[in-house]
């Protein structure tokens, strides 16, 4: 039997806690240490990474957990909407079914 990763609790010290329970344990820890919640934050990349609100930037510069995918500029795709074809009034846009090949129909 394998054993598993030991964090410690960045609200108090003397909690010892399983990697695979951490998030849930910082759940519940935040809520009863509210002083120490207000000075520290998540880290974006990981919710288990938290850290002091001066050192955020910092962290977030080295966190491991930060992709390549992060320094490029965010290409959204362009969503276009079915028109409704022909003389049919709106009431029926409700109805509009697309195919697997994407064209627009009515049922």
Do not use: W
């Amino acid at each position: 039997m394998e054993l598993e990763a030991i964090e410690l609790c960045p609200y108090d010290p003397n909690h010892r806690i399983p990697a695979s329970r951490l998030q849930y344990h910082l759940a519940s820890c935040k809520n009863k240490n509210p002083k120490i919640a207000k000075k520290i934050v998540n880290c974006k990349y990981n919710v288990c990474h938290m850290v002091p609100i001066k050192r955020l930037k910092e962290h977030e510069a080295n966190c491991v957990n930060r992709t390549a995918v992060d320094d490029e500029p965010l290409n959204l795709l362009k969503i276009t909407c079915p028109s409704v074809e022909g003389n049919e009034n709106f009431s029926n846009a409700g109805s509009l079914v697309l195919d697997d090949k994407g064209k627009s129909g009515f049922q």
